[in-house]
């Protein structure tokens, strides 16, 4: 499985960007999960969000709920991250990843597949 993200960039405070990510590579069936991680400089990676691939179930850190929303377009194998009402603490290189299971997971270990990540800086 390859994985492309896209549509990082800097903005300001208050700003929206959506983030994009596609996957190739394999057909997925509803046993799958694609997530969104992030990582901040000097910190660990942490989980996002996450959506099934088949049922739409959707799963929000705690952080995030209220601001981003991840949904996905299976006819484009594609997962998106909207992101409202951005803060300074969001900036971050934001990762997608697809996990094969049967149940959500926000655990790292779980995500077999990792894209390449792209950049979120928010300026206050």
């Known amino acids: 499985v390859q994985l492309q993200a896209s549509g990082g960039g800097l903005v300001q405070a208050g700003d929206s960007l959506r983030l994009s990510c596609v996957a190739s590579g394999r057909s997925f069936s509803p046993y799958y999960y694609m997530g969104w991680f992030r990582q901040s400089p000097g910190k660990e990676r942490e989980f996002v969000a996450a959506?099934?691939?088949?049922?739409?179930?959707?799963y929000q850190s705690d952080s995030v709920k209220g601001r981003f929303t991840i949904s996905r377009d299976n006819a484009k194998n594609a997962v998106y991250l909207q992101m409202n009402s951005l803060k300074p603490e969001d900036t971050a290189v934001y990762y997608c990843a697809v996990r094969s299971g049967p149940r959500m997971s926000t655990s790292l270990s779980d995500y077999g597949y990792w894209g390449q990540g792209t950049l979120v800086t928010v300026s206050s």
């Open positions: 959506i099934s691939w088949a049922g739409g179930y959707k």
